[in-house]
């Protein structure tokens, strides 16, 4: 199953309640958040009715290893790091985690208390238009694989 990366761009000031309910159940509750989801017909509808204010693509092994790494909490605010996956989960490393996780043998809720929101940076650069669609060359909606290029820039 290909894991999806979604990212919250815009607040939820003046948006419908249905749609800021979507983005709560999501579990994007802030801007600059991300979560990873299944590519699933009940997940695309939630995304459809957010699309205004989010961004997703298929998110590559490499941006999910870099996630994991560089952004991946535990309870308590602490950074996920290579001991807690070994002596928690049956993986030796991050990155085999990452490798299962992407190829869809293993799911994220693998790692016990693992936070399931990354909170990342304001990309480098900015975003480009947070108003427009991507393919009218803004920041909304789907973008495919150069959801690695954004998540570069926000880790």
Known sequence: MVKLAVVRV??????RQDVRDTLRM???TRV???VLIDD??????MLQEAKDMITWGEVSRDALEALLRKRGRLMGDK???DEYVKS??????????????????AELSA????KKVFRLRPPSKGYEATKRSFKDMGSLGYRGEKINEL????I
């Open 10 to 15: 815009r607040g939820d000031v003046g948006a």
């Open 40 to 45: 699933s017909p009940t997940y695309k509808g």
């Open 26 to 28: 999501l579990g994007l």
């Open 32 to 34: 600059n958040h991300c």
């Open 88 to 105: 928690n989960t049956q993986f030796p490393s991050i990155s085999e985690f990452a490798e299962a996780v992407h190829s869809g043998k």
């Open 79 to 81: 950074r996920l790091s």
């Open 111 to 114: 790692v016990p208390g693992l």
């Open 151 to 154: 998540l570069a820039r926000m």
